[in-house]
């Protein structure tokens, strides 16, 4: 069969004004764009390896229901997850991403980053005569790789310029509150980071990058007078204050100092510290609050709640302690070039109540925001 001049071109021009049709779509270089963000400290984190991946292909776990229901009602365009078992092979969060993607929420793509949770070291970290415990790993974990972190997002995630701070010693970090009862063994061994601390890039429009800073800080808490967790928890919080300053060391300090990062970015993740309430070192969390460069849309959840003697605004609680006090424990912080919407924090309606048996356990409610880009 021979096709006349015009017959040729017809295909070519149906090409042409689908492509166009579909570019029309995407989100223009120079135009404002919407993205929600959120962190979750989730109850995804179990006392052996394999235990998640199980009861997420089961669902038999209320305590991982309940936090799947909540990640599926926020909706987030991009999601920080924090006490998420980390496995090898991310069999795990593949599991979750399948969960979600039946119940309609479809994230292209999931970044699982290994913590430093679980990682021997075979020394004497708490000084109890073991070298195997969960408090001689870098970071506190009964396996490698208990409680770490993920990220799931809509957008592409830029691999190829993730910036990984969380190998960085201790010991290196300017001006490091040590323990004093600190090995020099130890010193030349302990790692600052407790799951870790990451630059992801996200790139949500052509040419276009959000760049996420996410750790989870180690609870300033189970120690003795040397304060060694209080310590490292501070620590922890105050390597994003030498980031931002252009003073963090890299990871082999005679390699110079890491460049701060470019914005539009936020920094999120868990803290594991009220500013005002509870336990721990507040200086360079407060430091972070108060920076310049950044912004505290200070989420509100429904203040449903009151505490006996607390100090802070109830509204601003993120977490749900055993005993049933609130504490504001983990943060969602833009860089001052992004422009926030809405910024809240996911309670629900009603407490599940414990069944038979079951042992209580602290609950993070989900902290969002909505921004535009630009």
Request: negative net charge; glycine residues 6%; aromatic residues 6%.
């Amino acid at each position: 069969m021979i096709l006349t001049r015009s017959a040729r071109i017809v295909p070519a021009l149906n090409i042409f004004l689908t492509l166009a049709i579909c570019l029309a779509f995407l989100p223009s270089a120079a135009a404002a764009f919407d993205l929600t963000l959120a962190t979750f400290t989730t109850r995804f984190s179990h006392s052996g390896p394999g235990l998640l991946l199980q009861h997420l292909q089961k669902a038999d776990d209320p305590q991982v229901e309940q936090d799947i229901a909540s990640i599926v009602a926020m909706k987030a365009d991009v999601l920080l997850l924090t006490n998420f078992d980390y496995d090898y092979d991310n069999l795990a969060l593949g599991a979750l991403q399948l969960r979600l993607k039946d119940q309609g929420l479809v994230y292209a793509d999931t970044l699982g980053l290994r913590p430093n949770t679980g990682i021997p070291t075979w020394l004497d970290l708490n000084h109890d005569g073991a070298l195997s415990g969960p408090r001689d790993a870098q970071a506190y974990g009964r396996f490698a790789g208990q409680a770490g972190m993920a990220i799931l997002s809509r957008y592409p995630i830029d691999r190829a310029h993730i910036r990984d701070f969380t190998a960085l010693l201790w010991k290196d970090l300017p001006d490091a509150s040590l323990p004093p009862d600190m090995t020099p063994d130890a010193r030349l061994l302990q790692r600052l980071s407790n799951a870790g601390h990451y630059e992801v890039p996200v790139i949500y429009a052509p040419a276009k990058t959000l760049r996420l800073l996410v750790w989870s800080a180690t609870p300033p808490l189970f120690d003795g007078p040397e304060d060694r967790n209080g310590r490292r928890n501070a620590d922890e919080t105050a390597l994003w204050l030498h980031l931002l300053n252009g003073t963090l060391p890299k990871i082999a300090p005679e390699m110079g100092l890491y460049d701060p990062p470019e914005a539009p970015f936020v920094i999120l993740g868990q803290a594991n510290l009220d500013p005002v309430d509870g336990s721990g070192r507040t200086q360079s969390l407060r430091g972070l609050l108060d920076n310049p460069l950044l912004q505290d849309p200070a989420p509100r959840g429904p203040a449903s709640h009151s505490d006996a003697g607390q100090r802070g605004d109830p509204a601003l609680d993120t977490a749900a302690l055993k005993s049933g006090a609130g504490l504001r424990l983990d943060y969602l912080l833009p860089s001052r070039t992004l422009a926030v919407q809405t910024a809240s924090v996911l309670w629900p309606m009603q407490m599940r109540p414990l069944a038979d048996g079951e042992v209580a356990s602290t609950q993070h409610f989900p902290v969002w925001a909505r921004l535009t880009l630009p």
